[in-house]
C-alpha cells in the first residue's frame, strides 16, 4: 500500500471516531468531568490505534498520524490530559528502543510544551483563526519531524511520503477544528434559542402576574397605613402594623424586580455618571461586605453612559452582591470603572468559589441559581435584561475555586457638561 493511502485509512479511522464522540458529548450536554473524561478515553484510543497501525518505510522507520489526536488533546483538552497523552505516545514509542525513539521523544516534549503555553491564546480566537493556527502547528510538527528524520537517521524519503504526511496531518487537523468549532457553535446557538424561550415564558409570566398582584397589595398596604394612625390601635399592637407594612414593601420590590422583563426598556433615559453609580452601588453594598469579611477596592474614571439610574443600580448591586455571596469566607472584591476608546467599561473581579464551564454557560438562565433556599435564580437574570437594554455586553471569565470577573461595557456618550458647551458654541 502507498504511504498516501495508508495515511487516509488512518484518517477516516481518527475522524471516525472522534466525530463520533463529538456527537455523543453534545447530544448528552455532559458535565465537564464527564466530558473530559470521555475526551481523553477517545483521544488514548486514537493514539493506540494510529500507532498500531503504522506506515513502514524501506528505510525501517515508522511515521502515523499520532500528532493529530496529541494536538487535539493539548489544545482542548485540560492539562493532565495531554500530560497523560504525552505520557502514552513516549511509553508506545519507547517500546520500538531508546536509539529509534529518542528523536521523536524529545520533539514531542517540544511540541508538549509549545501547545500548552499556546492554549490559552489559542482559546479565545476565533473559528477561522483556530483553524489557521492549528494548520500552521501541525505543518510545523510534521515538517519538523520529517526533516529530523532524514537528516539524523538518514533514512531515504520519497517525494510522495513527504508531502502525504505533511499535507494528511495539516488537512486533517484543519478538518477536526473546523467540524469541533462549527459543531460547537451550532449547539451554543440551539442553548441560546432555548434560553431566550425561557426568558420569554418568565417575562409574560411576569408581565401578568405582577400587574394582577400589585394592585390588590397597594390597596392593603393604604389600609394598614390608615389603620396605623388610628388613635383606636394601642402602640404596642401597631409595632405589627408596621412590620405588616415592611413586609408588603419588600413584596412590591421584587414584583418591581419581575417587571423589569415586562418592559422592553427603561422608561426615563439619562446621562450616568458611571463613577457616581458606582460609588452609590459601592456604598449600599458597604455592610454586606463588612459581615463578610471582604475587604472593597476601587479604581473608577469619571465618564458618562445612557440609561435608567435606578435599573442600573439593580445591575451593580446585582453584581456586588453576587461577588461577595461567592466569598463566603472572606476575600477581596475589586471595582474598576475605566475608558477604553468609545467604551466604558465596568469590571467586578471577585476571588471566591468561581464557576465552572457549565454553571458559565447557565448564567442569566431564570431560575438557575447554586444557593438553594438562599438564591432565587434571577438577580443574573434581570442584570443581562437591563444591560442588553443599554445596548452594553456583558463578558464573564470564571475558574472554580479563583474567582470571578465580570466586565460590563457601555457605548459612552459625551458629558452634559460637553453638551452644553457644544450647545453653546452653536447658540
Ligand atoms: P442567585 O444569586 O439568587 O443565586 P443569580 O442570578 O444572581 O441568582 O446568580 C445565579 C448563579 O450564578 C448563582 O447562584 C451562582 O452560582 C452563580 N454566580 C453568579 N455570580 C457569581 C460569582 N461572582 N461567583 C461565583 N458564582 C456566581
Ligand atoms: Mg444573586
Known amino acids: 500500500m502507498t504511504s498516501t493511502s495508508h495515511f487516509l485509512i488512518n484518517l477516516i479511522g481518527i475522524l471516525l471516531l472522534l466525530l463520533i464522540v463529538q456527537f455523543w458529548?453534545?447530544?448528552?450536554?455532559?458535565?465537564?468531568?464527564?466530558?473530559?473524561?470521555?475526551m481523553g478515553l477517545s483521544?488514548?484510543?486514537?493514539?493506540?490505534?494510529?500507532?498500531?497501525y503504522p506506515f513502514h518505510t524501506n528505510g525501517g522507520v515508522i511515521f502515523n498520524l499520532r500528532f493529530i489526536p496529541f494536538v487535539l488533546g493539548c489544545l482542548y483538552s485540560h492539562k493532565i490530559t495531554s500530560m497523560w497523552l504525552t505520557f502514552l505516545i513516549i511509553c508506545l514509542r519507547l517500546m520500538h528502543g531508546l536509539e529509534a525513539s529518542w528523536f521523536s521523544c524529545v520533539s514531542l516534549l517540544i511540541f508538549f510544551l509549545i501547545t500548552t503555553k499556546l492554549k490559552p491564546f489559542y482559546t479565545n480566537l476565533s473559528m477561522t483563526k483556530k483553524i489557521i493556527i492549528s494548520g500552521i502547528l501541525m505543518l510545523f510538527m510534521s515538517t519538523w519531524i520529517i526533516v529530523g528524520v532524514k537528516f539524523l537517521f538518514h533514512v531515504p524519503?520519497?517525494?510522495?511520503?513527504?508531502?502525504?504526511?505533511?499535507?494528511?496531518?495539516?488537512?486533517?487537523?484543519?478538518?477536526?477544528?473546523?467540524?469541533?468549532?462549527?459543531?460547537?457553535?451550532?449547539?451554543?446557538?440551539?442553548?441560546?434559542i432555548i434560553r431566550m424561550e425561557k426568558v420569554e415564558v418568565v417575562s409574560h409570566l411576569a408581565a401578568s402576574i405582577s400587574h394582577e398582584?400589585?394592585?390588590p397589595l397597594t390597596t392593603t398596604r393604604g389600609f394598614l397605613q390608615l389603620l396605623n394612625?388610628?388613635?383606636?390601635?394601642?402602640?404596642?399592637?401597631?409595632?405589627?402594623?408596621?412590620?405588616?407594612?415592611?413586609?408588603?414593601?419588600?413584596?412590591?420590590?421584587?414584583?418591581?424586580?419581575?417587571?423589569?422583563?415586562?418592559?422592553?426598556?427603561?422608561e426615563e433615559?439619562?446621562?450616568?455618571?458611571?463613577?457616581?453609580?458606582?460609588?452609590?452601588?459601592?456604598n449600599i453594598i458597604v455592610p454586606l461586605a463588612n459581615m463578610n469579611?471582604?475587604?472593597?477596592?476601587?479604581?473608577?474614571?469619571?465618564?458618562?453612559?445612557?440609561?435608567?439610574?435606578?435599573?442600573?443600580?439593580?445591575?451593580?448591586?446585582?453584581?456586588?452582591?453576587?461577588?461577595?455571596?461567592?466569598?463566603?469566607?472572606?476575600?477581596?472584591?475589586?471595582?474598576?470603572?475605566?475608558?477604553?476608546?468609545?467604551?466604558?467599561?465596568?469590571?467586578?473581579?471577585?476571588?471566591?468559589?468561581?464557576?465552572?464551564?457549565?454553571?458559565?454557560?447557565?448564567?442569566?438562565?431564570?431560575?438557575?441559581?447554586?444557593?438553594?433556599?438562599?438564591?432565587?435564580?434571577?438577580?443574573?437574570?434581570?442584570?443581562?435584561?437591563?444591560?442588553?437594554?443599554?445596548?452594553?455586553?456583558?463578558?464573564?471569565?470564571?475558574?472554580?475555586?479563583?474567582?470571578?470577573?465580570?466586565?460590563?461595557?457601555?457605548?459612552?456618550?459625551?458629558?452634559?457638561?460637553?453638551?452644553?458647551?457644544?450647545?453653546r458654541i452653536l447658540n
Open 157 to 192: 524519503i520519497t517525494i510522495e511520503l513527504f508531502f502525504s504526511y505533511i499535507l494528511i496531518q495539516s488537512f486533517g487537523i484543519l478538518l477536526i477544528v473546523y467540524i469541533m468549532e462549527s459543531n460547537k457553535e451550532k449547539q451554543s446557538l440551539l442553548y441560546k
Open 293 to 423: 469579611i471582604v475587604e472593597l477596592s476601587s479604581e473608577l474614571e469619571s465618564c458618562y453612559i445612557k440609561g435608567n439610574a435606578g435599573l442600573f443600580q439593580q445591575v451593580l448591586v446585582n453584581l456586588l452582591k453576587n461577588a461577595i455571596e461567592a466569598m463566603p469566607s472572606g476575600g477581596t472584591l475589586s471595582i474598576l470603572g475605566s475608558v477604553e476608546k468609545t467604551l466604558a467599561k465596568v469590571t467586578i473581579a471577585d476571588n471566591g468559589v468561581g464557576m465552572n464551564d457549565l454553571q458559565r454557560n447557565r448564567l442569566g438562565e431564570p431560575y438557575f441559581s447554586t444557593k438553594e433556599i438562599r438564591g432565587t435564580g434571577l438577580g443574573m437574570m434581570v442584570v443581562f435584561r437591563i444591560v442588553e437594554s443599554m445596548n452594553g455586553s456583558i463578558n464573564v471569565e470564571s475558574e472554580l475555586g479563583k474567582g470571578t470577573r465580570i466586565t460590563l461595557t457601555f457605548p459612552l456618550t459625551p458629558s452634559v457638561e460637553k453638551s452644553n458647551s457644544y450647545i
Open 213 to 215: 398582584v400589585r394592585n
Open 269 to 282: 433615559i439619562e446621562s450616568l455618571n458611571l463613577k457616581k453609580e458606582i460609588e452609590r452601588a459601592i
Open 43 to 52: 483521544l488514548s484510543a486514537t493514539v493506540v490505534l494510529c500507532m498500531l
Open 229 to 266: 394612625e388610628s388613635k383606636a390601635i394601642p402602640k404596642a399592637e401597631k409595632g405589627y402594623l408596621t412590620v405588616a407594612i415592611q413586609e408588603l414593601d419588600q413584596a412590591e420590590r421584587i414584583i418591581r424586580d419581575y417587571l423589569t422583563f415586562a418592559k422592553p426598556a427603561p
Open 25 to 38: 458529548l453534545n447530544r448528552l450536554h455532559q458535565n465537564p468531568f464527564v466530558t473530559e473524561i470521555v
